[in-house]
């Protein structure tokens, strides 16, 4: 493998750890008030009221979430494939080509949802 594939693949798995980890935190949007906290996230909403215990239970949310929800699990889909095949196209070169295609997908996934937020 060439040093640019093992660069590109580095960034693209650092890319999907950081998607994985923004759809598993519920600490997208936090108020912070004295008496209680709110957390809300895509896939969990939490709630601490006068000092008790934190509930978190899935939230309602509009379409806008949703189609940004499915762009995330699509973005982290191809990101997941693409380091797949660039750990493949060590012992079959082909892989690369796809790669590079499946990391365009998914790139642009991504970027559909940075510029929707």
């Known amino acids: 493998m060439d040093k640019l594939t093992v660069i590109s693949g580095c960034l693209f798995l650092t890319a999907d750890i ?3 980890a923004s759809i598993a ?3 997208w ?3 912070g ?3 209680g906290t ?3 996230g895509l896939v969990r909403q939490c709630q601490t009221i006068h000092g008790r215990e934190r509930t978190c239970f899935p939230p309602q949310l509009p379409p806008e979430w949703i189609t940004t929800l499915f ?10 494939v693409t380091c ?3 750990v493949m196209s060590h012992w079959r070169r082909e892989a690369a080509r796809y790669a590079r295609w499946i990391a365009f997908t998914g790139s642009t996934f991504v970027s ?4 929707s937020l």
Do not use: H
Request: aromatic share 6%; charged share 5%.
């Open 112 to 115: 559909i949802v940075a510029s």
């Open 25 to 27: 935190n519920p600490d």
């Open 38 to 40: 709110l957390t809300v």
């Open 84 to 86: 797949a095949l660039l």
């Open 29 to 31: 949007i936090s108020t």
């Open 18 to 20: 950081f998607a994985i």
């Open 71 to 80: 762009f995330i699990i699509l973005g982290i889909i191809s990101l997941t």
């Open 33 to 35: 008030g004295a008496s």
